[in-house]
């Protein structure tokens, strides 16, 4: 028979935004330069096979909104089922070692601690599929949906992935936090086989050391040669706790460690430092944007959106030639400044689509123009820019391209439009385009929305509860309180708002979502009662940085209200 082959299967797992996939490819990479055969199941994030990679697609189209859980689970086994039989089992009769981005894990945390389908029915579907091959180990990459949020947010602006969600981000980041639930009971009940790394507190060097010494251990295990030493240094991450200052509740103090603190980031991390300053229109904020500027001015340009000061405009001119997409990107919502709409015609001919989707709204002479020349080139954005334009030329442009099936756009186009005419196009786009249809029920308040809301909200409830806007309703109450554990949308619904109701939110998500708890009062609110709330939850998580950016922004307003008063 001769000796059997000498073989290592790790599968690395986490929620999306862990850093699995950017870790276990570092990893395999360098083994490979040392001569090892090292097969990636998903190098570089891409299935090996094409037909788990179609799998993959149905699961995450949101298209499919009405999938139910059972069929969900079944093509979650079913992808991982091929790749076994097309892809991991005939390498493991070779010999050689398989990563592995995924496996059958995840369909446990997500379909039984994600869904809540019972578990012993989702392992007896996974039984068979899997064929009694299982990894060696699992290295489990743990992060917080805060730290997973930021970084697929700041992947995105990378890869400019805007508009393309998923199936399972419809249902909001909640979920996202049951299935790290799920993992993390998954590894106790295996702890001599799973690796849990803190890739959330870690710095990457730390946990690439952390996850190679585990699998050199393994290697040499398994009867290979023990690699070569890692060839990273392995630094510690910084630790910075705001918990002295939330003590002190000092309002200039906190500041200024925000300030320094991302004086530091922009020059380890220029992306998360960017990511901190977004909607920041302070000179310490164009200080951080300054010291980012070179490397990474697509986050700066993104960071501008909404921004209309003469700084915000002067920094558009700057990055023009750099990141015209963002610098097109970011003029969204500046209905009135003619500074942004010169902007808009000198890029219409590099960034096309960016400048129609800016127009979404304006209904001015100008916009039409930009409109017109740009309707058969970008068709999509240009029907999509109509969001909330009621007008019968906005009509007449609607109707041309519904016979051409741009169900998306034309669906985005009804944000806000509660006539006859909107629903009857509605409607009839419903079975093709269904969330965008959803979406554009935001500022919709007939009964008809209403009953649309309730029809959806449990498979689309970060869409359903970014509808309600800040109402103060019993319809909007009633969504409120059937998905608050799911969305931290539900915060956001209630932002500026001063009811008991919307304080009994707050205190009730406060510990789940601080950040967007704080949020929610508004930068404006500088009651005793919101600043007490925002002391009280910062010594709860005093290294919460996205946190402290709000306290921050309260602080900022404070400080600007008073200089008024002082002028007055």
């Not at 050391?209 to 040669?225: C, S």
């Amino acid at each position: 028979m001769g000796t059997p082959p000498k073989t290592l299967f790790v599968d690395f797992e986490g929620i999306d935004g862990s850093g699995k996939t950017s870790l276990s490819n570092k990893i395999a990479d360098f083994l490979r330069e040392q001569g090892y055969t090292v097969h990636h199941v998903r190098d570089k994030g891409v299935f090996k096979s094409v037909v788990s990679k179609e799998i993959r697609s149905v699961t995450r189209d949101p298209h499919f909104l009405r999938m139910g859980d059972t069929t969900e689970l079944l093509l979650y086994v079913a992808r991982d089922a091929q790749m076994v039989e097309e892809y991991i089992k005939p390498r493991l009769k070779e010999g050689a070692i398989i990563f592995c981005d995924r496996y059958f894990y995840s369909s446990i945390a997500h379909s039984h601690f994600g869904r809540g389908l019972d578990r012993k029915a989702v392992e007896q579907v996974i039984e068979p599929a899997a064929q009694g091959i299982w990894p060696d180990f699992v290295v489990y990459c743990d992060v917080n949906s805060l730290t997973s949020r930021v970084r697929k947010r700041i992947q995105k602006i990378h890869d400019r992935r805007f508009g393309d969600f998923g199936r399972k981000g419809l249902m909001g980041i909640g979920f996202r936090e049951r299935m790290r639930e799920g993992f993390l009971a998954l590894a106790r009940e295996n702890h001599d086989r799973w690796l849990i790394v803190d890739n959330a507190r870690n710095t990457f060097e730390t946990s690439l050391a952390q996850i190679y010494g585990k699998i050199a251990d393994e290697l040499v295990k398994k009867g290979f040669p023990r690699p070569a030493p890692l060839a990273v240094e392995a630094k510690p991450a910084e630790r910075l706790s705001y918990a002295s200052v939330a003590e002190r509740e000092n309002r200039a103090q906190i500041a200024a460690a925000f300030w320094k603190h991302l004086e530091r980031l922009a020059a380890s991390q220029p992306g998360m430092a960017g990511f901190y300053v977004i909607k920041l229109d302070t000179p310490e904020a164009y200080a951080v944007r300054d010291a980012i500027f070179d490397r990474e001015p697509a986050v700066v340009a993104y960071g501008l959106s909404g921004l209309d000061s003469p700084k915000s405009m002067e920094y558009r001119e700057r990055l023009l030639p750099a990141a015209p997409f963002f610098v097109a990107r970011s003029l969204s919502g500046l209905k009135r400044n003619e500074q942004a709409m010169k902007l808009r015609a000198r890029l219409v001919s590099h960034v096309p689509g960016q400048v129609a989707l800016s127009l979404r709204g304006i209904d001015s002479p100008e916009a039409w123009a930009l409109r017109q020349r740009l309707r058969d080139e970008v068709p999509r954005e240009v029907i999509a820019s109509l969001r909330g334009i009621d007008t019968d030329q906005a009509w007449r442009f609607r109707e041309q391209h519904l016979k051409k099936r741009y169900y998306e756009p034309l669906a985005e186009s009804l944000g806000g439009i509660d006539s006859d005419r909107a629903w009857a196009l509605r409607e009839e786009m419903a079975d093709r385009a269904l969330p965008w249809v959803l979406m554009s029920l935001r500022g919709c308040w007939s009964d008809r929305a209403w009953q649309w809301r309730f029809q959806y909200v449990d498979r689309a409830p970060k869409i359903i509860v970014r509808t309600i806007g800040r109402q103060d309703v019993d319809g909007a109450w009633t969504i409120r309180e059937r998905v608050k554990t799911y969305v931290k949308e539900v915060l956001d619904s209630v932002s500026g708002l001063d009811s008991e109701r919307a304080w009994k939110l707050r205190f009730e998500l406060a510990d789940r979502w601080p950040n967007t708890a704080v949020s929610s009062l508004g930068a404006s609110n500088q009651s005793e009662r919101a600043w007490r709330f925002r002391w009280e939850v910062l010594r709860k998580d005093p290294e919460n940085l996205l946190l402290v950016k709000h306290l921050v922004k309260a602080a900022v307003r404070a400080a600007e209200a008073e200089d008024e008063v002082e002028e007055d």
